[in-house]
């Protein structure tokens, strides 16, 4: 059986993708509003156990599954020479240039947004109540954007192999 290289990172990267976009929309659509509910729920058992025991994996799962799709996304245009093309527009603006930047930029949202401010309201590093208030709000503003910018990203992924955008 001979391996086909291309198929395989992009494989990959789809796999790495699901991870990644699978977690932010589990965030967004369900712990988020489940943290919320709980926190109000003033005789139910609190939101504790969610950002002791599931917060930290999902986050973990999540970080490193975004760097692995854009790692696997970067290597599968760099194995055919279309990287830098792609990223600089030098061939005009393409499907697949436009995906990669949202793609980059959402990483840049994963690694300098989310996750350093996640740290603080988890309590991994220090921080008062005051930077706690705003790193709330940075981190969720942050992965809303995301989940906004994932449907276009994905559009463009999509359209890419399969005869161009929706609209
Ligand atoms: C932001 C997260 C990303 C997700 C969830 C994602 C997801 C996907 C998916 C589902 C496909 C398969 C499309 C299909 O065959 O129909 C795909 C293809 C691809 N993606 Fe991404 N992607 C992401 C970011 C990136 C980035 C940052 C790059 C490059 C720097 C990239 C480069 C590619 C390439 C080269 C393909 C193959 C296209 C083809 O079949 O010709 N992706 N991606």
Same mark, same amino acid.
């Given at each position: 059986?001979?391996?086909?290289?291309?198929?395989?990172?992009?494989?990959?990267?789809?796999?790495?993708?699901?991870?990644?976009?699978g977690?932010l929309?589990?965030?967004?659509?369900?712990?988020?509003?489940?943290?919320?509910?709980?926190?109000?729920?003033?005789?139910?058992?609190?939101?504790?156990?969610?950002?002791?025991?599931?917060?930290p994996?999902?986050?973990?799962? /999540?970080?490193?599954?975004?760097?692995? +799709?854009? #790692?696997?996304?970067?290597?599968?245009?760099?194995? %055919? $020479?279309?990287?830098?093309?792609n990223?600089?527009?030098?061939?005009?603006?393409?499907?697949?240039?436009i995906?990669?930047?949202?793609?980059?930029?959402m990483?840049f949202?994963?690694?300098g947004?989310?996750?350093?401010?996640?740290?603080?309201?988890?309590?991994?590093?220090?921080?008062?109540?005051?930077?706690k208030a705003?790193?709330?709000?940075?981190? /969720?503003?942050?992965?809303?954007t995301? +989940?906004? #910018?994932s449907i276009?990203?994905?559009m463009c992924? %999509? $359209?890419?192999?399969?005869?161009g955008?929706?609209?």
């Amino acid at each position: 059986m001979e391996i086909n290289t291309w198929s395989l990172i992009v494989w990959l990267h789809v796999f790495a993708g699901i991870i990644w976009i699978g977690l932010l929309y589990y965030f967004n659509f369900v712990q988020v509003p489940a943290v919320a509910a709980a926190t109000a729920d003033s005789n139910g058992p609190g939101p504790a156990a969610i950002s002791k025991y599931i917060a930290p994996p999902a986050l973990a799962w /999540f970080r490193w599954g975004a760097l692995a +799709t854009w #790692l696997t996304g970067a290597g599968a245009l760099s194995y %055919v $020479g279309e990287f830098v093309p792609n990223m600089l527009f030098t061939n005009g603006i393409t499907v697949i240039g436009i995906g990669a930047w949202l793609g980059t930029i959402m990483l840049f949202n994963v690694w300098g947004l989310i996750w350093p401010n996640q740290k603080k309201l988890l309590g991994m590093v220090e921080a008062t109540d005051a930077q706690k208030a705003t790193a709330k709000k940075v981190a /969720f503003m942050a992965s809303r954007t995301n +989940t906004l #910018l994932s449907i276009p990203m994905l559009m463009c992924m %999509v $359209g890419h192999g399969h005869g161009g955008l929706p609209f």
